[in-house]
């Protein structure tokens, strides 16, 4: 059984900066990418940013203000959200899947809880 613990998240003014982190074991961890995904409300689930090994891909609209990053040494990505706009608003949730990133929500079994952003002035 996968599990992803979220943190982060909240209420920011535009043009703010926030934070999510995603812990998991050290076995998921090593052997599956994890991804960042944001569903908004009456929309669909949307892909915001993968990351695997070295490689990350990013939504065309965050890139510039998101950043993936892994931390090997406590299991944990983290999303750092720079600039954020009205528009990033969402509930983000984190998952995860054996392998490269996808896309696709679709190819992902393993999610975290989710947390709310949301930016406002």
């Known amino acids: 059984q996968v599990q992803l613990v979220e943190s982060g998240g909240g209420l920011v003014q535009p043009g703010g900066s926030l934070n999510l982190s995603c812990t998991t074991s050290e076995r998921t961890f090593k052997t599956h990418s994890m991804g960042w995904f944001r569903q908004a409300p009456g929309k669909d689930r949307e892909f915001v940013v993968g990351?695997?090994?070295?490689?990350?891909k990013y939504r065309d609209s965050v890139k510039g203000r998101f950043t993936i990053s892994r931390d090997s040494t406590k299991n944990t990505v983290t999303l750092q959200m720079n600039n954020l706009k009205r528009e990033d608003t969402a509930v983000y949730y984190c998952?995860?899947?054996?392998?490269?990133?996808?896309?696709?929500?679709?190819?992902?079994?393993?999610w975290g809880q989710g947390t709310q952003v949301t930016v406002s002035s």
């Open positions: 998952a995860a899947r054996p392998g490269i990133y996808s896309a696709s929500w679709k190819l992902y079994r393993s």
């Open positions: 990351i695997w090994s070295g490689s990350t």
